[in-house]
């Protein structure tokens, strides 16, 4: 896939829905009865590169505060949903240590690499920032955790949604409606080729998490040193 043309095909669209009203807000962020939980294997960006996701949000809440905005906290990038949040799920229904086990065999031989945060993208129902692995290492990674995953009897929901093969960041979810929709593109369109730092990946985490990767609702479950 190339990834710049991924991107920019993605915020094209995406701001022509956004313009046109066609975007999506989601209503289950603020509710105290949304109970959906899964688990994410995730890299966490470094404060400094996340301190300046947050200067970009700050231009987006000045022109408007009521959207969801991500804290440095809950920042991450997706390796693999291990298994994607559903209603009802809890950690005693499966062995951790199986799990653990299997990435750390995933990560055999995987070595450290770089990622790029430079430019954002949107969806319909929020803003992402883009990045950009330095090489296919992420790549030979969520591959070895389908393979070793599809060949046991593990519960998993890999690639039940969409086949991930970016390195994105959701950082904005539209919980109402835009109050200044034309104001918040403008600060989009100053931000679109934004470079946000990059940085050498040597940690992933595997974490229970509900659906927005919230700290308050997350558990770490096992680190892993690449």
Known sequence: MNLTEHYKELYESSIRLIENGDYKTDL??????????????????????????????????????????YPNSDIHITVMSIISCYEGFHLDQISIVNYIDLIQES????????????GITASDSGIMIQGFPENDILNRLRNNLRTKFRNSDLEQSIDKR???????????????????????????????NSDFGSFEVKELELVFNDWYQRKRNSKLLEKFRV
């Open 162 to 192: 969409y086949s991930i093969q970016t390195a994105h960041s959701t950082v904005v979810r539209f919980r109402r409606k835009l109050k200044n929709k034309n104001e918040f593109l403008e600060v989009l369109e100053i931000h679109k």
């Open 107 to 118: 990560l055999n031989e995987i070595a450290r690499f770089k990622i790029k945060f430079k």
């Open 28 to 69: 289950l962020i603020d509710s105290p009865a949304d109970r959906r939980f899964g688990i994410t294997l995730l890299i966490r960006p470094p404060e400094n590169v996340k301190n300046k996701i947050q200067l970009f949000l700050d231009d987006l809440k000045e022109v408007d505060p009521s959207q969801y905005y």
